[in-house]
């Protein structure tokens, strides 16, 4: 299930940072320009909403890879 009762706390042991702004690096373009990656918005529960494409945002889990602000 991806939606959990919102408790606006951090927990690093089930990787929920709720109101986060996130940043994921792209695999080669990153590595050229590290200023480029991918930004995601997470909700109040922690999970990331994901800006996929026009008129699309898919939902997913964090990873160690994401960067959270």
């Given amino acids: 299930s991806w939606y959990y009762q919102a408790s606006e706390k951090i ?3 089930a990787s929920r940072y709720p109101y986060c702004i996130v940043w ?3 695999p080669v373009l990153s590595w050229l ?3 480029i990656g991918h930004m ?3 909700t109040s529960t922690g999970v990331i909403r994901d ?3 026009p008129y699309f945002v898919s939902v997913r889990e964090t990873s160690n890879k ?3 602000l």
Avoid: K, Q, V
Wanted: aromatic share 16%; proline share 17%.
């Fill in 51 to 53: 800006f996929a494409g």
């Fill in 40 to 42: 995601g918005i997470c």
């Fill in 33 to 35: 320009f590290p200023f």
């Fill in 24 to 26: 994921t690096p792209i």
């Fill in 66 to 68: 994401d960067s959270h």
């Fill in 11 to 13: 927990n690093p042991e």
